[in-house]
């Protein structure tokens, strides 16, 4: 099981790149998958400080392909642990992404975030839906961040015949530069690639 650890080497893009974009004091994030609830403390302690901020995280907290064996019961436990002492900052919303966010947009009065991290599911179908459906929740110069750009493939050992990359689809990239392109009048600022 992939542990809070994992969370470490992503504090230093959202410490350096991140933290100084942020207008304003009492944000609103929105995170999809937020499995233990690492990346959801960190935002909490680190940018998410006003009493006023919000916290949405939305995740099934149950098996997926990607987290294959794990024990969600402990998941979920651990998350709400993570987040007990801010419990009035995060609203927490079990189900799977797709629905979640549609019942957001279909909200009367739709929640808009200053920032939103799609880190859910990692298929390129999953990234792409979840990129889609969260845009309209997003703030004018709100900041979308989406993890694992480059995880687990190598598009042209696929694109040559060698499967024992995993393929494109079954990882964020292909949905990322899709998106990042079909949106790019409405995009005004890319942060480059981070290494991992
Ligand atoms: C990589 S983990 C998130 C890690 C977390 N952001 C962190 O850095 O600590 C991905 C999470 O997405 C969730 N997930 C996968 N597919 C999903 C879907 N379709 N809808 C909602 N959550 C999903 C999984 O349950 C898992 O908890």
């Keep these: ?3 809070m650890t994992a969370w470490n080497r992503n504090i230093p893009f ?3 790149e991140i933290k100084p974009l942020i207008r304003g004091q009492d944000i609103k994030i929105l995170e999809v998958g937020s499995y233990q609830g690492a990346s959801t403390r960190w935002m909490l302690d680190n940018l998410a400080t006003h009493p006023q901020s919000e916290v949405w995280c939305i995740d099934v907290w149950e098996e997926t392909p990607q987290h294959e ?3 969600f019961q402990q998941v979920e436990a651990l998350f709400d642990q993570q987040i007990a002492s801010h419990r009035s900052k995060v609203k927490k919303l079990k189900g799977d992404s797709w629905s979640q966010l549609i019942s957001l947009n279909n909200r009367p009065s739709k929640p808009e ?3 939103i991290y799609i880190d859910g599911d990692h298929s390129a179908q999953g990234v792409i839906q979840d990129l889609v459906l969260s845009w309209p929740l997003l703030l004018e110069g709100g900041i979308v961040v989406c ?3 480059v995880w687990k493939e190598n598009l042209e050992a696929w694109r040559l015949g060698f499967r024992d990359y995993g ?3 079954e990882t964020p990239k292909m949905a990322i530069d899709a998106f990042t392109l079909i949106y790019s009048n409405r995009i005004h600022h890319e942060i480059p690639l981070q290494p991992a």
């Design 1 to 3: 099981m992939e542990t």
């Design 69 to 71: 064996g794990a024990d």
């Design 167 to 169: 393929s494109p689809l």
């Design 147 to 149: 993890d694992d750009y």
């Design 14 to 16: 959202f410490e350096h």
């Design 113 to 115: 975030f200053d920032l």
